[in-house]
Nanobody, 125 residues
């Protein structure tokens, strides 16, 4: 059973940067290397939105149009950690950010993902 724990959220001003981290527990190093890891975000009253996804085996990535050129997803497989570097943050990026994992390349559809973290809040003013 895989557990995901996010960190790195906070309150920043527009134009500033944040880096989110997501540590995976409960699997094995070899299994994480074959996972699809992704970041989602959600604001109250709205559906969960896919932000970025990374298939760790191939390095393939996918980004939402709203964050292309500003956000970068990456991973450190040795540390079982997924990152989201967020630059040039905007007030509309304010949301709870969630890490998710799946054993196949699940893209940006939240219904495709099996494992979820509890989330970390990002507020941009």
């Amino acid at each position: 059973h895989v557990q995901l724990v996010e960190s790195g959220g906070g309150s920043v001003k527009a134009g500033e940067s944040l880096k989110l981290s997501c540590v995976a527990f409960g699997g094995t190093y070899s299994s994480y290397r074959s996972y699809c890891m992704a970041w989602f975000r959600q604001v109250p009253g709205k559906e969960r939105e896919g932000v970025a996804a990374l298939f760790t085996r191939s390095g393939s990535t996918r980004y939402a149009d709203s964050v292309k050129g500003r956000f970068t997803i990456s991973s450190d497989n040795a540390k079982n950690t997924l990152y989201l570097q967020m630059n040039s943050l905007k007030p509309e990026d304010t949301a709870m950010y969630f890490c998710a994992a799946q054993t196949w390349f699940a893209g940006l559809g939240p219904k495709n993902y099996k494992y979820w973290g509890q989330g970390t809040q990002v507020t941009v003013s």
